[in-house]
């Protein structure tokens, strides 16, 4: 793989790398991330989001689950670097990455979990209806027609359940989101789709709010276990599949790390992104979706396309 063009976080990637004789060790040998991690003294949280970015620019290269110095790499730091680098723009909010990829630790508050009850997502799940909308309705023809309550966990503009209620009228949703999350946004869009009187607005926290045992047809999760991290996720799963009825399903969207990881720079920018602003989030690969889902007891992951930038893996609880 070439080297490719570098923006400002790229460079900052490269910089850490550096600083923390990433290239260095690789000149001596590849390495797992596991691996490297110990040798560079760095966390294993830190290093996988550093190392998966270096891949899509093309200074690291990865070779199943080892990652190896690219051909250029050396070549390239010695002799284009130095001017390049002159060059970009230091990246606001991202001076300490060192830092994070160290600890494996967010370097701010954490976004998930607010004590204000949602400031950060109240700004941006407006955008993420635009961005989400075509792929919520078109879930509405992969999906049996038995189904009549939902649920909605994070559901921010509660896209995800619009896109289904907007098109079947038998159907009814609970959105569970932070109480500001729900005044200020979702309330607003199901009143404009005149909707209102077929949701039910829960506010509390995901991990805590009371939800009904077996008592949904079908759960989402929309663009939130990014945020959560494995353990947080997992936990999240096996609510999940309470709250279902037997048969019942779990619809994830999600940011999805392509295989190999170099293939996705912009997943892999989120991701890194993720370390920074998060105490446990990443982007999981399709593959640790499926093993989380099933590790959790859902049955029969699948993933549907459609136009959405990334598929949609639905399973099911066991009838
Ligand atoms: C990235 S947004 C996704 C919104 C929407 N589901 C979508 O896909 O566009 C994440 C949403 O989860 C909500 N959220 C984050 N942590 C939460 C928690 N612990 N409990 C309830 N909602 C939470 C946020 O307020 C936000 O609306």
Same mark, same amino acid.
């Given at each position: 793989?070439?080297?490719?063009?570098?923006?400002?976080?790229?460079?900052?990637?490269?910089?850490?790398?550096?600083?923390?004789?990433?290239?260095?060790?690789?000149?001596?040998?590849?390495?797992?991330?596991?691996?490297?991690?110990?040798?560079?003294?760095?966390?294993?949280?830190?290093?996988?989001?550093?190392?998966?970015?270096?891949?899509?620019?093309?200074?690291?290269?990865?070779?199943?689950?080892?990652?190896? !110095?690219?051909?250029? *790499? +050396?070549? #390239?730091?010695?002799?284009?670097?130095? %001017?390049? $680098?002159? /060059? =970009?723009?230091?990246?606001?909010?991202?001076?300490?990455?060192?830092?994070?990829?160290?600890?494996?630790?967010?370097?701010?508050?954490?976004?998930?979990?607010?004590?204000?009850?949602?400031?950060?997502?109240?700004?941006?799940?407006?955008?993420?209806?635009?961005?989400?909308?075509?792929?919520?309705?078109?879930?509405?023809?992969?999906?049996?027609?038995?189904?009549?309550?939902?649920?909605?966990?994070?559901?921010?503009?509660?896209?995800?359940?619009?896109?289904?209620?907007?098109?079947?009228?038998?159907?009814?949703?609970?959105?569970?989101?932070?109480?500001?999350? !729900?005044?200020?946004? *979702? +309330?607003? #869009?199901?009143?404009?789709?005149?909707? %209102?009187? $077929?949701? /039910? =607005?829960?506010?509390?926290?995901?991990?805590?709010?009371?939800?009904?045992?077996?008592?949904?047809?079908?759960?989402?999760?929309?663009?939130?276990?990014?945020?959560?991290?494995?353990?947080?996720?997992?936990?999240?799963?096996?609510?999940?599949?309470?709250?279902?009825?037997?048969?019942?399903?779990?619809?994830?969207?999600?940011?999805?790390?392509?295989?190999?990881?170099?293939?996705?720079?912009?997943?892999?920018?989120?991701?890194?992104?993720?370390?920074?602003?998060?105490?446990?989030?990443?982007?999981?690969?399709?593959?640790?979706?499926?093993?989380?889902?099933?590790?959790?007891?859902?049955?029969?992951?699948?993933?549907?396309?459609?136009?959405?930038?990334?598929?949609?893996? =639905?399973?099911?609880?066991?009838?």
């Amino acid at each position: 793989m070439v080297i490719s063009s570098i923006d400002a976080v790229g460079g900052k990637a490269i910089e850490v790398a550096e600083t923390l004789g990433l290239f260095s060790s690789l000149q001596q040998s590849g390495g797992d991330i596991e691996e490297l991690a110990l040798r560079l003294q760095v966390s294993v949280r830190g290093l996988r989001p550093l190392l998966f970015l270096l891949s899509s620019i093309g200074v690291v290269s990865q070779r199943g689950d080892q990652f190896l !110095l690219a051909p250029e *790499t +050396s070549e #390239f730091l010695k002799n284009q670097w130095p %001017a390049r $680098r002159d /060059e =970009l723009p230091q990246p606001a909010d991202w001076e300490q990455l060192e830092g994070a990829v160290r600890t494996g630790r967010c370097v701010r508050p954490a976004i998930e979990g607010e004590s204000d009850g949602g400031s950060f997502f109240t700004g941006i799940v407006d955008t993420l209806f635009r961005l989400h909308s075509g792929m919520a309705r078109h879930l509405h023809h992969e999906l049996p027609y038995s189904i009549r309550k939902v649920l909605d966990l994070g559901a921010g503009s509660a896209v995800w359940s619009l896109g289904l209620l907007t098109q079947r009228e038998e159907v009814m949703a609970v959105a569970v989101d932070h109480s500001k999350v !729900l005044q200020e946004v *979702t +309330s607003r #869009f199901v009143h404009e789709k005149g909707l %209102a009187e $077929r949701f /039910e =607005l829960r506010a509390g926290s995901y991990h805590d709010v009371e939800l009904e045992a077996e008592g949904y047809d079908l759960v989402y999760l929309g663009h939130v276990i990014h945020s959560e991290g494995w353990d947080a996720t997992r936990s999240l799963l096996l609510r999940c599949l309470k709250t279902l009825q037997p048969g019942g399903i779990l619809a994830i969207a999600e940011w999805v790390g392509s295989e190999p990881r170099s293939q996705d720079y912009h997943a892999n920018l989120f991701d890194l992104n993720m370390l920074m602003f998060t105490e446990a989030g990443l982007v999981f690969s399709a593959a640790e979706m499926e093993r989380l889902v099933t590790e959790a007891g859902f049955l029969n992951p699948r993933w549907i396309t459609g136009p959405g930038r990334h598929p949609v893996l =639905l399973a099911e609880k066991a009838g």
